[in-house]
């Protein structure tokens, strides 16, 4: 069971380090503003480590693979208290709300695990030997990826902005497949209708239309934007409907 707690952290590391890989340092609002992890080569440096980190904790032995993960999660909650009241840029483009007490208890929780796992190992505790083979590890650390991954956007997408052109044929579709919807998410579904040729805002530039997307309660963007009648119904399925509270009488 320790060995596969430590799959279940590796999960975040190796998505947070993906996400950071793989999206456009213009796209994510990279806290550090100065020193060797500045914007714009920071984030892709620190999303390098945490993937590797993730690596490392997935498949190497129960001592090493524990300290591995007290090591990144105690960094990443010194980095929380150091950005603390600045927007999150833990996932790239899934922005979520500033860096607070959440971030720091969810990465100190992080290292307390490891380091448990750690004492575990070192005591020869056997719930921390003949653990189970590194295919089982990964397929863990795999699915915990996926989940955190999933679970950042859809916790966080409470509307969608979608972007449609009068002549697509494809927006008309998706305008027909959107009145399935039920009315409360088509609520928070905004529309703006331009140029089919007109360059689209911020992260949606160089998509097509129909695209969309995803907002906060705030209105600010959250997850990468998506195209296509699939991607965009897909991101709309995803809203989290909050029901209105109503004062009796």
């Known amino acids: 069971m320790a060995l596969i707690l430590l799959a279940i952290l590796a999960g975040p590391l190796a998505a947070a380090g993906l996400v950071k890989l793989v999206t456009a340092p213009d796209r994510v609002a990279w806290p550090v503003r100065r020193g060797p992890l500045r914007a714009p080569h920071g984030q892709r440096v620190v999303g390098a480590a945490e993937l590797a980190a993730a690596v490392v904790v997935t498949v190497a032995p129960g001592l090493l693979a524990a300290a591995v993960a007290v090591t990144a999660y105690a960094a990443l909650t010194v980095a929380a208290i150091a950005t603390r009241g600045q927007l999150c840029a833990c996932f790239g483009a899934a922005r979520l709300a500033a860096v607070g007490r959440l971030h720091i208890a969810a990465n100190a929780t992080g290292a307390l695990a490891g380091a448990a796992v750690a004492v575990m190992v070192a005591v020869g505790s056997a719930a921390a030997t003949g653990g189970p083979a590194w295919p089982l590890r990964v397929a863990v650390a795999t699915l915990a990826a996926a989940l955190t991954y999933a679970a950042v956007c859809i916790a966080t997408v409470r509307a969608v902005h979608v ?3 009068d002549d697509c044929p494809s927006c008309r579709s998706l305008k027909h497949l959107l009145r399935e919807v039920e009315p409360a998410r088509l609520d928070t579904v905004r529309t703006t209708v331009v140029a089919r040729d007109a360059e689209l805002p911020g992260d949606l530039r160089g998509l097509g239309v129909p695209c969309a997307q995803g907002l906060d ?27 209105a509270v109503r004062s009796g009488t």
């Open 217 to 243: 309660a705030a209105g600010r963007p959250v997850c990468p934007p998506v195209s296509g009648i699939g991607g965009v119904k897909g991101l709309v399925d995803r809203v989290t409907i909050v029901a």
């Open 163 to 165: 972007y449609v052109a």
